[in-house]
């Protein structure tokens, strides 16, 4: 999904690029409505992909939300099971990571602002970028549940016991 975020960057820097000159040159407000017209319509695919990228990730983290939380569980009552567990620890950590990385760059977002508020702040404009606000919102929607489910299978593993854990249970 760190892509579409790469995607859109680059449309706007395109857009601002063009834009800038437009302004400088003093064009007409029709030549500068249409400019914004043309972004909305070439940016419009790219938030489509990334909603439906984002329905992907949602439905398969539910999808694999009772085949990671089932095992888990049993590690809790068992924690000697712990080392048939960790390909699953490691794979949840690189997605922990990755939800890391694109909080980040999304703080780190396209001039100073996120893309929402780009969207957003051309919404009057025309009815494309109020459904390219719809179609984000939904997608952050969309997201957000599908990291938060990420992020309980991480606090469920963190309560586990990990290798120094494990010797110590051991012992007891």
Known sequence: ????????????????????????????????????LRYGREVLPILERYQRDSRVYVTHSIELDPQISAPVRL????????????????????????????????????DKRTIREIIDEMRHLERVFQKCSAILADSERLVCEGNSIVQRWDSELRKRPTGDDEVQFNND
């Open 1 to 36: 999904m760190l892509s579409r975020l790469g995607q859109f960057k680059a449309e706007f820097s395109e857009y601002s690029d063009r834009m800038r000159k437009l302004l400088k040159a003093n064009f007409p407000a029709s030549a500068i409505f249409a400019t914004q």
């Open 75 to 110: 590690v809790s009552d068992h924690p000697e099971s712990w080392p048939l567990i960790a390909p699953v620890r490691d794979a949840i950590d690189e997605a922990v990571a990755s939800i890391l990385e694109q909080e980040e760059e999304i703080k780190a977002s396209v």
